[in-house]
């Protein structure tokens, strides 16, 4: 199984700023992925991320706003741009276990976001 | 489109006793079926999963699931529950799309288990 680490683990940011989440793994995986957890809600996928090509969003969730990037294949990133409010949740990086057909994913802590 | 329910926001269930988080599912083909659970302040830990086989899946810290194609659910059950299972609990579904396993999740049932 993956070991998957996430910097900062949380976070208080004022309104109208940005945020960058990191998101490491100590083996090689193909595929990352970002997910949102709002207050007292579910997790929600934001984009799957493939290194060496550009993000793909769910529906809902603009490049514009929550920019990716995956240099390579232990590292992400994930920014929250201009934030408001809205915003304050628990995002998660996840990785796909590779290690055949049965894949199940594997999740960072999580990255708590206050957004004043 | 892919989709779990999880009906109960809330279930509560004395130290010792039996208890069941329900979960039903809908997806199109055969269901890649999973729980997971979320500790105050924690990530999702990874609990069971149902790929094909056996209906009755065992996982870690003493739970199983019973996955029952024709009623379309995958209940997670413990004979006896301890007071250090109350969190968060989360049943998700997924299916191949686009070269990965998309994973969908339900809303959550939070296990109290009261002393």
């Known amino acids: 199984s993956a070991v998957i680490s996430q910097k900062p683990s949380r976070d208080i940011c004022q309104r109208g700023t940005s945020l960058t989440i990191q998101c490491q793994v100590d083996?090689?995986?193909?595929?990352m992925f970002w997910y949102r957890q709002q207050p007292g809600q579910s997790l929600t996928l934001i984009a799957t991320?493939?290194?060496?090509?550009?993000?793909?969003?769910e529906s809902g969730f603009v490049i514009d706003k929550f920019p990716i990037s995956r240099p390579n294949l232990t590292f992400s990133t994930l920014t929250v741009s201009n934030m408001s409010p809205e915003d304050s949740s628990i995002y998660l990086c996840?990785?796909?276990?590779?290690?055949?057909?049965?894949?199940?994913?594997?999740f960072g802590p999580g990255t708590r976001l206050t957004v004043l | 489109a892919q989709s779990v329910a999880q009906p109960e926001d809330q279930v509560n269930v004395a130290e010792g006793n039996p208890l069941t988080v329900k979960c039903t599912y809908s997806?199109?083909?055969?269901?890649?079926l999973f729980w997971y659970v979320q500790y105050p302040n924690r990530g999702l830990q990874f609990l069971l999963k149902?790929?094909?086989?056996?209906?009755l899946v065992k996982g870690s810290y003493g739970f199983e699931a019973e996955f029952n194609k024709s009623q379309t659910s995958f209940h997670l059950k413990k004979p006896s529950a301890l007071v250090s299972d109350s969190a968060l609990y989360f049943c998700?579904?997924?299916?191949?799309?686009?070269?990965?396993?998309?994973?969908?999740f339900g809303t959550g049932t939070k296990l109290q288990v009261i002393p």
């Open positions: 996840s990785v796909e276990d590779s290690g055949g057909a049965e894949n199940e994913q594997f």
């Open positions: 991320a493939n290194q060496g090509s550009e993000a793909t969003y």
């Open positions: 998700a579904v997924s299916s191949y799309s686009g070269g990965y396993q998309k994973v969908t």
């Open positions: 149902y790929i094909t086989g056996d209906n």
């Open positions: 997806v199109s083909g055969n269901p890649y």
């Open positions: 083996s090689q995986v193909t595929m």
